[in-house]
């Protein structure tokens, strides 16, 4: 078995380490001496309130301790990785609030048989101290369609229980008000999980196994594998199926999602989902409610009980009326609880309207204005000839390390592509460089769109009144320029800059009276095509590239090589049309 790497100083002593490193960067928390307990730093504030205390194995942070504060939980009790936490810290832990003078106690568990032990026989010791302590346990899963005799699995619905108790807890409610609402509010309630990889408990290796084009549907937060195994398909479709499955009228733990519902959606990350596959599931939850005519009242997304490293995420909805929403929106302090927007998600405007661009003047065509379809069999050369590299190219940027240089310019092709089919070209030679400069910032992304933008938009300006072979040399020149005075590179950085500056060097003969265009540009397109191919040899000094040890970069620059490649494309689309 192979066993997995963690920035950890032991296995033993991670747990430990976790809780105390949240401590030491967070005043409004203190560890309780000798034992795996946090608790607020200001006990002397619950005075007359009820204490909130929950906890259990660690692994699943920031729950639980990242919700201690003023408006959620007193305190937390840790485990170590995924394992319940003792008995003894639980009961110090019940007697320091008790003592801090609050109006009872109580525990808010999740389901699990360990948790359930441990946390209910320490009530049972502190109520025979003459404490008065109440527990309440959480069960929102909603994977299993038919009861357990265990009952649903306590998950990352917790949290809003943590937020709900707290919130009334605050506002002085009493013991047995703050059950009962909690109460409600868990039988309200469901989350479902699904996983793209197991976890790894620190000192072991993974918890499952699942193949490349897997997917795990209905795990727990302890690396156990789900109900379901599935095949990969668009973040749409398993969204759609994971709000199916919670709200199935087969499924006995389902969630009544009736049109005109009102929901508290949680969108959490299980560890190491991207945040870019996280916007991607949220906006698909949203749509996928309001398509069913549920209204999403509020929207948690970010990071909120996970399991380690798991690469997956949950859904949590809780049916909320108004006064639950207050709830959920009361203030509180606790860290890991997000800046929530106390207004309605569904319902609102998501679209500004763009502002409409200033009048385009159109200037009367100049002498020698180049032949539209002469431009346009120039322009569908340089398109093949992209892409065609498409591959090649990213190939020499994955030595950068993200590859995907031949994607880019690919994209920038396409764009091209299809704009030659549905507009008609411009025919003075500055505004067709300023509409393809506009083009491929808006297309191409990235900051080879922003350099060929720069250069572009600067090498329109020396063809606003003329378009003789001189002016297109000098078009060259405030393009490089240009590129030069934002971009921060120079010749010999290892750029595209080395190809298209060797290329300006020979253009320049074209300001000469009687030079002729075709054979400049050839010896032009061999010097760019040499100055990319001796880009393996340099050091890069601008760029991504620039990060990377230069004993690594043994290939030519994709930049340069792509810019070689335009200029040949041009040549070969002139040259097929002369004589």
Same mark, same amino acid.
């Given at each position: ?22 401590? #030491? ?39 639980? #301790? ?8 007193? !305190? ?63 069960g929102d899963d909603s994977a299993f369609t038919t009861q357990k005799k265990a009952g649903r699995r ?48 620190? !000192? ?51 969630? @009544? ?14 560890? !190491? ?102 431009? +346009? ?35 920038? #092709? ?16 500055? +505004? ?16 080879s769109g922003a350099l060929y933008g720069l250069f572009l938009t600067a090498a329109a300006q020396p ?67 040499? #100055? ?18 230069? @004993? ?28």
């Open positions: 078995m192979q066993v997995s790497k963690k920035l950890v100083n032991s296995v033993p002593g991670c747990a430990d380490d976790a809780l105390a490193g949240l401590v #030491a960067c967070n005043p409004a928390i203190q560890l309780l001496q000798g034992h795996q307990v946090a608790l607020r730093s200001d006990l002397e504030n619950i005075r007359g309130r009820v204490a909130l205390l929950s906890g259990g194995g660690s692994g699943h942070e920031p729950a639980h #301790a990242g919700y201690i504060g003023k408006g959620m939980l007193t !305190g937390v009790v840790a485990g170590a990785v995924f394992t319940s936490p003792a008995v003894g810290s639980i009961l110090a832990a019940i007697r320091a609030v008790t003592q801090a003078g609050s109006a009872g106690t109580l525990l808010i568990v999740k389901n699990y048989t360990g948790d359930r032990l441990n946390f209910g026989l320490a009530l049972e010791r502190a109520r025979a101290e003459g404490a008065d302590v109440q527990m309440v346990v959480v306590g998950l990352c619905g917790t949290v809003l229980i943590h937020k709900v108790a707290g919130a009334l807890a605050e506002a002085g409610a009493s013991l047995e008000k703050v059950v009962h609402r909690v109460k409600a509010a868990a039988g309200a309630m469901g989350t479902l999980g699904v996983s793209l990889s197991p976890c790894s408990v620190p !000192g072991s290796g993974p918890t499952f196994q699942l193949a490349q084009d897997e997917l795990e549907l209905g795990l727990g937060i302890h690396g156990e594998a789900g109900v379901r195994r599935m095949k990969m398909v668009p973040a749409d479709e398993i969204v759609k199926t994971m709000l199916d499955h919670m709200s199935s009228s087969s499924n006995a733990s389902r969630v @009544a999602l009736e049109p005109g519902a009102s929901v508290v959606l949680v969108v959490n990350n299980l560890g !190491g989902l991207s945040f870019l596959e996280l916007g991607v599931v949220a906006g698909a939850a949203v749509h996928c409610l309001e398509d069913r005519g549920v209204r999403v009242a509020r929207a948690l997304v970010g990071t909120f009980m996970t399991a380690l490293e798991m690469a997956g995420v949950s859904l949590t909805l809780l049916l909320a009326d108004d006064d639950l929403l207050g709830l959920i929106d009361a203030e509180t302090t606790a860290v890991a609880w997000p800046n929530l927007a106390r207004v309605p998600v569904t319902g609102r405007s998501r679209v500004l309207a763009a502002p409409e661009e200033g009048p385009k003047v159109e200037e009367p065509i100049p002498a020698g204005a180049p032949a539209s379809q002469r431009v +346009q069999l120039v322009l569908e050369r340089v398109c093949s000839t992209l892409l065609g590299l498409q591959e090649e190219l990213n190939e020499l940027d994955r030595a950068a390390g993200d590859g995907d240089c031949g994607s880019t310019h690919a994209r920038a #092709a396409r764009a091209i592509q299809e704009w030659l089919n549905s507009t008609p070209l411009p025919a003075r030679p500055s +505004q067709l460089l300023s509409t393809l400069a506009r083009l491929l910032l808006e297309k191409m992304g990235g900051s063809l606003q009144s003329h378009s003789d072979p001189a002016a297109w040399a000098a078009a060259m020149e405030a393009g490089i320029k240009a590129m030069q005075r934002y971009g921060g590179a120079a010749p010999g950085d290892r750029t595209m800059l080395d190809s298209l500056c060797a290329a300006a060097e020979e253009l320049r003969t074209l300001q000469a009276p009687g030079a002729e265009l075709l054979p400049v540009l050839a010896k032009a397109v061999q010097s760019a095509e040499a #100055a990319a191919e001796s880009t393996k040899n340099m050091e890069a000094g601008a760029g991504r590239a620039s990060y990377i040890s230069s @004993a690594r970069l043994e290939l030519p620059d994709p930049g340069a090589v792509a810019a070689a490649a335009v200029l040949r494309a041009v040549l070969e689309g002139l040259q097929s049309q002369s004589g």
